[in-house]
């Protein structure tokens, strides 16, 4: 992967997500993790010494998928969407269910992400693309 767009953008989602008050939601709510994230996101993070800003990430960049499609919670299930890495680390999304339904829609073929977090703060910025 370049880097660079290929296509037309069709939408844009950003999205922040402050890490302590994430971390402190899945701490009082252990099972929402299960409802929020795929198996393979689970598993990346459980392998990590500190997991909160590599899931606050993720979940931004679900946030910022319905954002890029124009809708809003609840339009998509949250496993429609995950996040996985290629070989080099970088991010990349695959959407399923609901949310690939809603793409097909607007003429979504592909899409770019972007997570960068602190100690504190995750922020994610998605493109939703088409040729």
Known sequence: MTGRV????????VDVVDIPRFRALLERRPA??????????????????????????????????MKALGVGLGAVNWTDISVGRDPGGAPHLAVGGRAAELAARRGVTGWQVSISHT?????????????
Do not use: I, M, Q
């Open 32 to 65: 929402l993790a299960r409802r929020l994230f795929s198996p393979e996101e689970l598993e990346y993070a459980s392998s990590l010494a500190n997991p909160a800003p590599t899931l606050a990430g993720r979940f931004g960049a679900k946030e910022a998928v």
């Open 6 to 13: 290929v296509g037309r953008v069709v939408g844009l989602g």
């Open 119 to 131: 100690d504190f703060v995750a922020s994610v910025t998605v493109l939703a693309l088409s040729p």
